[in-house]
């Protein structure tokens, strides 16, 4: 059981390129978010869905566009990548929408803007 | 604007010592209020999580103390081991606009010395 997969696990882009992170679950989850984490700042929501074909914007989610393409995958879409986007990406799931239903998170993507 | 602060940013700890991460919040909309475990290179896990209608939840060598009127909540590590060496994160919960949200301490850095 994989749980929650991440690809790709490191990434280095150019200022202004885009580039899409993947992310599948096999849990059949009805919700996926995803984080970005940087040092000294905790987890920040970007980008969540509370179910198949539904998205919303969460605390940062300037510069970034998601997708959520079936009920397993949802991918998050820099257009234009800049040097402020440099962190560590992480795709979780949940069973519900509920307070209490734990995160599962995947093992992250690690990008780097130059 | 942190909602959930969290301290200290790193710790270290003798192995059987008792190590202790502190966090407060400010909104008291939130009903649960979980804590990750995040080894290197892997992608935040749940590891024990309290209701605010409970002073104190344990679970094994952890326990959560929860001190709804002062709107704190701490993290204790009992016998502490070096294969609790990870960063902890606490976080705050609620149903918000149809989905959970969590919002994250900015983590503490745990290293166990054998």
């Known amino acids: 059981n994989a749980g929650v997969t991440q690809t790709p696990k490191f990434q280095v882009l150019k200022t202004g390129q885009s580039m899409t992170l993947q992310c599948a679950q096999d849990?059949?989850?009805?919700?996926m978010y995803w984080y970005r984490q940087d040092p000294g700042m905790g987890l920040r929501l970007i980008y969540y869905?509370?179910?198949?074909?539904?998205?919303d914007k969460g605390e940062v989610p300037n510069g970034y566009n998601v997708s959520r393409l079936n009920k397993r995958e949802f991918s998050l879409r820099l257009e234009s990548a800049a040097p402020s986007q440099t962190s560590v990406y992480f795709c979780?799931?949940?069973?519900?929408?509920?307070?209490?239903?734990?995160?599962?998170f995947g093992n992250g993507t690690r990008l780097t803007v130059t | 604007q942190q909602q959930v602060k969290q301290s200290p940013q790193s710790l270290i700890v003798q192995k059987g010592g008792i190590s202790i991460i502190n966090c407060a919040y400010e909104n008291t909309a939130f009903d649960y209020f979980p804590w990750y475990q995040q080894f290197p290179g892997k992608g935040p896990a749940l590891l024990i999580a309290?209701?605010?209608?409970?002073s104190e939840k344990k679970e094994g060598r952890f326990t959560i103390s929860f001190n709804k009127s002062a709107k704190q909540f701490s993290l204790h590590i009992m016998d502490s081991q070096p294969g609790d060496s990870a960063t902890y994160f606490c976080?705050?919960?609620?149903?918000?606009?149809?989905?959970?949200?969590?919002?994250f301490g900015t983590g503490t850095k745990l290293q166990v010395i054998p």
């Open positions: 979780a799931s949940s069973e519900e929408r509920n307070y209490n239903s734990p995160l599962h």
């Open positions: 976080a705050a919960s609620g149903t918000s606009g149809g989905y959970q949200k969590v919002t």
């Open positions: 849990m059949n989850h009805n919700s």
């Open positions: 309290i209701r605010p209608d409970v």
């Open positions: 869905s509370a179910s198949e074909g539904t998205t």
